[in-house]
């Protein structure tokens, strides 16, 4: 059975850093694509993040253009688990954080596997 778990979560004031992490069991992280993405109250969920890594290890990452400069998506593939280092947080990050894990990148409905999220929110 496959599990993503998120963790890493909280409240944190603005231009302040949280580091998010997903653990993945079941499943192995070292190929294919995983992303992050987020859901704001009564807003549509978006990709914030995803790093895709082929066969011959080779990898690319995708960040949202809200998040460039911000965030940086990391893997460690010793522990099976997926980061997601958020710097200079605004309080319109604030959202639950999800990741996700697939043979390829995409919206959210194409990956295989999603987590249930963690919760972070930027106060002013």
């Known amino acids: 059975q496959v599990q993503l778990v998120e963790s890493g979560g909280g409240s944190v004031q603005a231009g302040g850093s949280l580091r998010l992490s997903c653990a993945a069991s079941?499943?192995?992280?070292?190929?294919?694509?995983m992303g992050w993405f987020r859901q704001a109250p009564a807003k549509e969920r978006e990709k914030v993040a995803s790093?895709?890594?082929?066969?011959?290890?080779?990898?690319?990452?995708y960040y949202a253009d809200s998040v460039k400069g911000r965030f940086t998506v990391s893997q460690d593939n010793a522990k099976n688990t997926l980061y997601l280092q958020m710097n200079s947080l605004k309080p319109e990050d604030t959202a639950m954080y999800y990741c996700?894990?697939?043979?390829?990148?995409?919206?959210?409905?194409?990956?295989?596997?999603r987590g249930q999220g963690t919760q972070v929110t930027v106060v002013s």
């Open positions: 790093t895709y890594t082929t066969y011959t290890d080779s990898r690319s990452t």
């Open positions: 079941g499943y192995t992280l070292s190929r294919g694509c």
């Open positions: 996700a894990a697939g043979p390829r990148c995409g919206d959210w409905l194409s990956y295989s596997y």
